[in-house]
């Protein structure tokens, strides 16, 4: 019966674990923004992830590139 107890608490943790790893794994976002118009792209325009406080602003030529981990 410990052996099972042992096996369990040693399954459990290695869960726990690889959750952890899993999380932290990072994602680049990028893109440009353009005008809905004229399709000009639009330097220094906030992006942010909605609903978090993760934001960039855009280059002189309307790309932006954001790393998270959401």
């Known amino acids: 019966m410990r052996k099972t107890?042992?096996?369990?608490?040693?399954?459990?943790l290695l869960m726990l674990f690889s959750l952890s790893a899993y999380s932290q794994t990072s994602i680049t976002i990028t893109g440009n923004v353009r005008h809905a118009v004229t399709d000009d792209r639009v330097p220094a325009v906030s992006v942010t992830i909605k609903g978090t406080s993760i934001g960039t602003y855009t280059d002189d030529h309307g790309n932006f590139r954001l790393t998270t981990a959401q």
């Open 5 to 12: 107890q042992l096996q369990q608490a040693v399954l459990a």
